[in-house]
């Protein structure tokens, strides 16, 4: 019997190993609208979030993460459009990791978001790459998702070890980008 991400067997098997999972299944994004007025928005509609709650009752003891991996999950959301988006918990470093796919089609994707302020060396994120990737990942990849104090979010691919770049999308573009290159060497 299948069951959908973040039912409560799923949860219940997450806390029995010491995490916490969440998705963005449905029913999280539905709430009664305010009794005061059709179109007044509640003023503490943020930190009311459910999803939020649910992330600031993971084993993470810095807000600032838990806010920065809630403002990464509602931009992959609503922004840039991701499915199937999920959190974890990792008490060792003190962090939320979210896992989501760009297009319904991709492999499962790790963001790993973090505020400006929190440094982190090589190490660290090597060590949150093997806990999080999987045995499949080849090469373990996350997406490093720096938030801003003024709430910009800034991704970064990193691999581990050197990885060739993907070829361009549309090799029409790259050839023009090459011809225009060229174009202004000649007219110098």
């Known amino acids: 019997m299948d069951e959908a991400p973040g039912s409560s067997s799923e949860l219940g098997a997450a806390k029995g190993s010491g995490l916490l999972v969440g998705s963005s299944g449905g029913s999280d994004r539905e709430q009664e609208a305010p009794k005061t007025g059709r179109w007044e928005l509640r003023k503490d509609w943020l930190a009311a979030h459910p999803t939020l ?3 600031t009752s993971l084993d993470v003891a810095d807000s600032s993460r838990v806010y920065a991996a809630f403002l990464v999950y509602l931009d992959l959301l609503e922004a840039r459009n991701w499915h199937e988006v999920s959190y974890v918990g ?4 003190q962090l939320v990791c979210l896992r989501g796919r760009e297009r319904e089609a ?3 994707q790790v963001v790993v978001p973090v505020p400006v302020h929190v440094s982190f060396s090589h190490d660290w994120m090597r060590q949150i790459m093997k806990r999080t990737c999987t ?3 080849s090469p373990m990849s996350i997406m ?3 938030v801003e104090s003024d709430s910009t979010i800034v991704y970064y691919k990193l691999t581990d070890g050197l990885v060739t770049p993907d070829p361009p999308d549309n090799t029409e573009d790259a050839d ?4 225009g290159k060229k174009r202004k060497r000649l007219l110098r």
């Open 53 to 55: 709650t649910r992330m």
């Open 106 to 108: 991709d492999d499962l």
């Open 144 to 146: 490093l998702a720096i």
């Open 176 to 179: 023009n980008k090459q011809w």
């Open 135 to 137: 045995v499949s990942d």
């Open 90 to 93: 990792l008490a060792e470093f």
